[in-house]
């Protein structure tokens, strides 16, 4: 391959990449040579990954942080695929980032999946940024862990394992009493008897179960899930064994959830049987949205449990749970604000991926359950209320709202208003809204910030998770207000372009 390659080639080699929508001809997804007896021997103390990914994540553990973005150029430009540098990204930090806790250097992890989101629907030109960002989080995070001790998931113990006619119900009696070794073996005998769906069950009654660590066994979950969707169900072991683990961390406490888990058990046993359909009532949503403001989580989630009974559907529940997020983001910004809604997202996640019916309605009790402890340890001030913010969304439909240049000056100025006018730049959102904008043009825009901006994990992490709630909306009025909140996370013009970013992008010129 030449040094260069000419323009004209580009689309070719991103759809050798794997990036565009699918994964390019099976010559050109050749991502890795057969690896030799030297690649793949690794520690007998560390768990082993299949043959044809265990290289990739070898350079990737091994080469050093300041070497990573020219390395993976290298391997890309010599043949690798976008597909198999996700997955020995996310593996490289499962073998080498203790979970526990669930969080800070562990976002290396967790972040690879709204990294990857975000990739996707982005520019050809911009696809492999995300991934080359978590590269470098990884080697951040790497090193990190090595300074604390240099934990790394060791194989599992073979003798342990149950037969599968048992190991969904040993999974479940370890960790209902907290105990990680027989979790670990179950979950491990679960992947090599079950299938996809069937092993995920018990994992999502567990996920939903407890907020400790401020929501992110929930986050951990879904993204494990999301990723693997992406990757390939043959990597799920080492992820589902490293989540288990991740999972049972109480962090010093006494073995029980926190958060109103119990409650949302008596609860769900009392919701009508035809739940899954209802009525999309804006005004109970408000209702339930104010009484988030004041109540409890217990008494949270009767409210929700009656709404529901009372004909509500379940989304109008979740928009709640969304609003009622977003508006603590824009009364307190901060890290347990963001965590409300990347909480909520997965927990929605949940709701929607389950096939088991009392984990699903689980998983809508407790996104509006978890809000009072995000609220309560927030201490969340000022007067914002989300729902005042709401504008009915109107369609493109005259040459004032589907002129591209006027829809990106007015979405400039949206973005221009964020250093240190936040608030103009919500109110000249809503309007924007208000007057036919594209919510899909502002979200691109505001992508392509993140992509060019971010210096942190929860930048992807809650970019990605309040705009696929803002879409995903029952109620379509509910966006401009999501939208808006969304606004209190994203850089300003003043950060200008992050350098990792600068850097990163001359590398992947390099090898494409």
């Given at each position: 391959?030449?040094?260069?390659?000419?323009?004209?080639?580009?689309?070719?080699?991103?759809?050798?990449?794997?990036?565009?929508?699918?994964?390019?001809?099976?010559?050109?997804?050749?991502?890795?040579?057969?690896?030799?007896?030297?690649?793949?021997?690794?520690?007998?103390?560390?768990?082993?990954?299949?043959?044809?990914?265990?290289?990739?994540?070898?350079?990737?553990?091994?080469?050093?942080?300041?070497?990573?973005?020219?390395?993976?150029?290298?391997?890309?430009?010599?043949?690798?695929?976008?597909?198999?540098?996700?997955?020995?990204?996310?593996?490289?930090?499962?073998?080498?980032?203790?979970?526990?806790?669930?969080?800070?250097?562990?976002?290396?992890?967790?972040?690879?999946?709204?990294?990857?989101l975000l990739a996707q629907t982005s520019p050809l030109a911009d696809r492999l940024l995300p991934m080359f960002w978590a590269l470098d989080n990884f080697k951040a995070s790497q090193a990190a862990d090595v300074k604390e001790g240099d934990w790394s998931l060791g194989p599992v113990d073979d003798s342990r394992i149950p037969p599968p006619h048992l190991a969904r119900l040993e999974y479940l009696h370890a960790m209902e009493t907290w105990d990680a070794e027989a979790a670990d073996a179950a979950i491990a005998g679960l992947c090599r008897s079950a299938g996809s769906a069937e092993t995920m069950e018990p994992v999502w009654r567990m996920a939903v179960r407890d907020q400790r660590n401020i929501g992110h066994k929930a986050i951990f979950a879904a993204q494990s899930w999301r990723t693997l969707q992406a990757i390939g169900w043959e990597h799920a072991e080492p992820v589902l064994r490293s989540l288990t683990y991740g999972m049972l961390d109480l962090q010093g406490d006494k073995p029980a959830p926190i958060g109103p888990y119990e409650t949302s058990l008596e609860q769900a046993a009392k919701i009508r049987r035809d739940w899954q359909v209802g009525r999309a009532d804006p005004g109970a949503t408000r209702s339930l949205l104010r009484a988030l403001r004041e109540a409890t989580p217990e008494a949270a989630v009767a409210e929700a449990a009656k709404l529901l009974n009372e004909g509500i559907s379940p989304g109008a529940i979740l928009d709640a749970a969304a609003l009622s997020a977003g508006e603590l983001m824009m009364r307190n910004p901060g890290i347990i604000s963001l965590h409300a809604t990347t909480a909520t997202n997965a927990l929605h996640y949940i709701h929607e991926s389950s096939g088991d019916d009392t984990t699903r309605k689980l998983a809508l009790l407790q996104a509006i359950g978890w809000q009072p402890l995000y609220r309560d340890r927030s201490r969340a001030a000022g007067r914002v209320e989300i729902d005042g913010l709401a504008s009915a969304e109107k369609p493109p439909v005259g040459p004032e709202t589907t002129d591209r240049a006027k829809s990106e000056e007015a979405i400039g100025a949206i973005l221009a208003s964020l250093d240190g006018h936040r608030d103009q730049a919500v109110t000249k959102m809503i309007d924007f809204l208000s007057r036919g904008g594209s919510s899909m043009r502002l979200f691109a825009a505001v992508r392509k910030v993140i992509l060019h901006r971010a210096t942190d994990s929860h930048d992807y992490k809650f970019g990605a998770a309040i705009w696929e709630e803002c879409l995903a909306a029952t109620d379509p009025r509910w966006r401009a207000p999501l939208a808006a909140a969304a606004l209190y996370q994203i850089p300003g013009p003043s950060a200008g372009d992050s350098p990792l970013m600068t850097r990163a992008r001359e590398a992947i010129g390099r090898a494409i």
């Open positions: 391959m030449s040094d260069k390659l000419p323009r004209r080639d580009f689309l070719q080699a991103a759809s050798a990449f794997g990036l565009g929508a699918g994964l390019g001809p099976v010559e050109a997804l050749r991502a890795i040579t057969p690896a030799t007896a030297a690649e793949a021997r690794v520690d007998p103390e560390i768990v082993r990954f299949r043959p044809e990914i265990e290289p990739v994540v070898r350079w990737i553990e091994e080469t050093p942080r300041d070497r990573i973005f020219d390395r993976a150029a290298e391997e890309l430009k010599a043949g690798l695929g976008y597909r198999p540098l996700l997955a020995a990204l996310f593996l490289a930090g499962i073998r080498n980032i203790k979970p526990r806790p669930v969080g800070f250097k562990f976002h290396a992890v967790m972040v690879i999946n709204s990294a990857h």
